[in-house]
């Protein structure tokens, strides 16, 4: 029975746990991470295309042109975006994919696949939020700063989401995403294939 995936988008403040959230799923429930494309430099430990796709400017501009990317946008400073075959591969072979993208981003996809689950990370208050960023040691003081007040016009759009979920205990918020994950899957709207199916069996099985 042919399902196609789900496509699961994961925002959230800098900070929040997003990287951290993604990488549990992905280990513990086989998901398929889109890997993005973006123009900021490396931190130290990240790899090349695990991590991220590591651009110049003009490579990025270039791949734009070539309708490479089903969304990118501008965050602080840098270009990122999500390479279009990958997600188009994956989702038709029936896999869930996991896009960990920011706002724009993710009201770009909302536009262009309805049915895709949109998903808020936050943490419980802005004083933590601010510690976990600080805390990670990968960013100077500076951009810490422009990531918090990103983080305020970002606060904006958190009502658009399908789901707000609050990172306290990691744990705890990794199994509520997959819950959400395991009913969404779920709906009879993502079954509308399965649906014609039985009813198709029903109608032979009631001919024997
Ligand atoms: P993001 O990808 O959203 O920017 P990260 O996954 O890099 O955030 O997490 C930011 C920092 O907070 C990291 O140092 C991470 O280890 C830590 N962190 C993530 N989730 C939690 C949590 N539930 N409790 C405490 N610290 C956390
Ligand atoms: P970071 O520099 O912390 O890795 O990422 C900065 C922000 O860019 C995060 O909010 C992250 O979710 C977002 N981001 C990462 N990849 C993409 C992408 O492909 N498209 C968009 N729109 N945002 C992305």
Known sequence: MEKKGLLIVISGFSGAGKGTI???????????LSVSCTTRAPRPGEVDGKDYHFKTKEE??????????????QYVDNYYGTPRAFVEQEMAKGNNVILEIEVQGAMNIKNQYPEAVLMFVTA???????????????EDLKTVQKRMKQAVVESNSMSVYDYIVINDDLEACVDSIQGIIKAEASKSSHNAGFIEHIKRELMEIGKE
């Open 124 to 138: 419980p208050s802005a004083a933590v939020l601010k510690e976990r960023l600080v805390g990670r040691g990968s």
């Open 22 to 32: 993604v990488k549990r799923l992905v280990d513990r429930f086989g998901y398929s």
């Open 60 to 73: 990025f501009e270039n791949l734009i042109d070539y309708n490479g990317f089903i969304e990118y946008a």
